[in-house]
């Protein structure tokens, strides 16, 4: 257990650069959340500067008695504040800093009475509050550290409790403030503070955050919304940014540059480098001036309108039944596409898609019910893992072949019940019998059979069954014994190193032999494997 | 001055103390801002409005069609001017757009005070 009961400066400087990194770290999170009053998504990297220009402050401080460093923190964001939430930050932290100048230690007591102060000193400096905002969430986070500091006196779950308390009015906020309920968020810069009293508590807790890491604590995430207005009237709709190396210019230089070309112009930086975001309808325009001052790195413009677009759309659609499936080859790609796949994990054999590559494609789909057909007996593992990371209902059905896949697809009837198409689905594979034909790339004996490289092998039901020289004479071979348990239709998938008209001449011959049988051909695009052929 | 928008059924006015009035109350949510100090007061001499006269810290007028607002304001002592005022910007063009479907040529925030 950890026993703080007092901070000096020392350790008050290191908790401010803790919680800084924190904020920074989750920048972007905050910044998914800004809603109000232009939709542009920026509070976090408002909240982030403002800090760093404390933390600058910070690092340039010779002595570190608490006076020291909360005038040092007051001062740097006084002058780095940035954007509203910067603003009231550095009215918090000037509070704070007032009652604080003449001690030398700090207990619980001090700390609440300080975060009052901050409170009070940030709330006079506006006409009309606003209730629902960061400014609520330091209030009642600033109560409760009252309440709490005679009987806590351990800095750690005294932290603790007011983060808890901080987290509680967060989730409330919605409640207070119109525009975040119809947006469903909570307040950004509320949101900010939380990570802040985050970064403190680690801190006590001797965890060092360091930028870019992974955090201790994860905060539940919002969902991120872009936006609650049209945008269909956007008049700067490219969102631009980028950072140039070793500028031969200043930022104050550029953003003369960028006067009227957009809004929501943020410039910064030093001598090594200058980073850039605007709105604009002019993107090429910004990166000509840009290029006037040395190299650009890191250039991404996106079109705001069509984020909006989809945003509106994915609020819209939401499917019953989707179906997310692992497919290589162009060939099958378009197959799976034609029988309804709504997405497709380009994996197989060869490359075998991760837990996450399914995860992601699973959380981008915008469906209920989600079959995964993972093609591959690989991959089946991969596929169970992915439904259990997420909160949509997952349904694997576990097909180890692409024609198993095709099979299942021609199963499956979107207009029946989830449960419905997973028992037919499952069913429907089990008649299916796959023969592979490839060629070994190595001298090896496997199943019983020996082979040379080069050699040209049939694979049953994923077992080697055959080998020989000529790619047709394995392939006949192969159905046959495939066939021999019973199966009416036999289709042929040709893979991207054999023709149409190979494939052709191979059915040709299928058919003198099985004159019963219904035979197929379909270009599967397939690496690898000279034939995929599937008897049922 | 007052702001005509036509459209085929006929026209509509927004009189300059309606403008002044939306400008007015969507300044006073602004963090850092504590007060308007009306337009006309001599240089260091300020007093600061009482909420139902906001109005008068505030001017409307047009230039090539679209509006432009003055704004006369007091703000908190410690607190990064030039931020304030930008949010302050911000804010009342995106509220007059919205609400009037105006466009905002121009918001010029004059600081006649600090409230220490």
Not at chain 1, 117 to 127: H, I, L, Q, R, S
């Amino acid at each position: 257990m950890n026993k703080t009961i007092s901070i000096d400066g020392s350790t008050l400087k290191r908790m401010f650069i803790n919680a800084a990194n924190t904020l920074d770290n989750n920048r972007e999170i905050i910044d998914s959340l800004n809603v109000f009053p232009v939709p542009d998504g920026d509070t976090g990297t408002n909240m982030s500067l403002t800090m760093f220009s404390a933390v600058q402050e910070l690092q340039r401080l010779k002595k570190e008695e608490v006076g020291d460093v909360v005038e040092a923190i007051a001062n740097g964001l006084l002058m780095g504040a940035r954007g509203n939430s910067g603003v009231i930050l550095s009215q918090l932290f000037r509070g704070f800093a007032t009652k604080l100048k003449n001690y030398r230690e700090l207990d619980t007591p001090a700390f609440a009475m300080a975060l009052t102060e901050g409170v009070e000193t940030a709330y006079k400096a506006v006409m009309k509050p606003t209730e629902g905002t960061i400014l609520t969430v330091a209030r009642e986070t600033a109560q409760k550290a009252n309440e709490v500091c005679e009987k806590v006196s351990q800095f750690d779950e005294f932290l603790e409790q007011i983060l808890k308390q901080s987290m509680a009015t967060l989730e409330k906020t919605p409640q207070m403030l119109k525009v975040l309920a119809k947006a469903g968020v909570v307040d950004a810069g509320g949101k900010g503070f939380v990570y802040i009293l985050l970064g403190f508590l680690n801190a006590i807790r001797g965890e060092e955050i360091v930028l870019n890491g992974e955090n201790t604590l994860k905060l539940p995430v919002e969902e991120a919304v872009e936006d609650i207005d049209d945008h269909s009237d956007m008049q700067f709709p490219y969102c631009t940014e980028f950072i140039i190396k070793n500028p031969t210019g200043s930022a104050q230089q550029l953003r003369e540059a960028y006067q009227g070309l957009g809004d929501c112009t943020l410039v910064v930086g030093d001598e090594r480098v200058i980073k850039v975001h605007i709105h604009t309808d002019k993107p090429g325009r910004v990166l000509e001036e840009g290029l006037k001052l040395g190299e650009l790195s890191r250039i991404k413009i996106e079109n705001m309108k069509e984020q909006h677009r989809s945003t509106i759309e994915s609020e819209i659609e939401q499917k019953e039944l989707g179906i997310i499936s692992v497919v290589m080859g162009d060939g099958f790609m378009d197959l799976f596409r034609d029988l309804g796949v709504d997405a497709i994990i380009p994996g197989g054999q060869t490359m075998n898609p991760s837990t996450q590559d399914i995860v992601k494609a699973v959380e981008g789909l915008r469906a209920k019910n989600i079959f995964i057909l993972p093609n591959n007996g690989n991959v089946i593992l991969s596929a169970n893992q992915a439904g259990e990371l997420t909160d949509k209902k997952v349904f694997v059905v576990p097909t180890k072949s692409m024609p198993q896949g095709i099979s299942a697809m021609l199963a499956f009837n979107s207009m029946r019940s989830a449960d419905d198409n997973y028992s037919d689905m499952k069913k429907a594979i089990e008649n299916v019998k796959t023969g592979q034909v490839t060629y070994a790339v190595r001298d090896s004996v496997f199943d019983g059979i020996e082979m040379q490289e080069g050699d040209i092998i049939g694979i049953a039901e994923g077992k080697i069954y055959n080998k020989g020289e000529d790619v047709d004479e394995v392939a006949l071979e192969l159905v046959s014994a495939l066939a021999e348990g019973g199966g009416d239709v036999i289709t042929i998938f040709y893979g991207d190193q054999v023709s149409k008209e190979q494939a052709e001449a191979l059915a040709d011959k299928l058919g003198a032999i099985m004159p019963d049988c219904e035979i197929e051909v379909h270009y599967g695009g397939q690496p690898v494997y000279y034939y995929l052929i599937s008897v049922e | 001055m007052t702001a005509r928008i036509d459209n085929a059924l006929g026209s509509i006015f927004l009189y300059e103390n309606v403008l002044a009035d939306i400008v007015g109350i969507s300044t006073i949510e602004c963090y850092g801002l504590v007060g308007m100090a009306p337009k006309g007061s001599a240089d260091g001499l300020v007093e600061l409005l009482k909420r139902e006269h906001l109005s008068k810290g505030v001017k409307v007028y047009m230039e090539e069609g679209k509006l432009v607002i003055d704004l006369y304001i007091v703000v908190e002592f410690g607190t990064k001017i030039s931020a304030v005022a930008q949010n302050i910007i911000d804010k009342v063009k995106y509220s007059v757009e919205t609400m009037t479907g105006m466009e905002v040529k121009k918001v010029n925030v004059n600081v006649k005070g600090v409230r220490v």
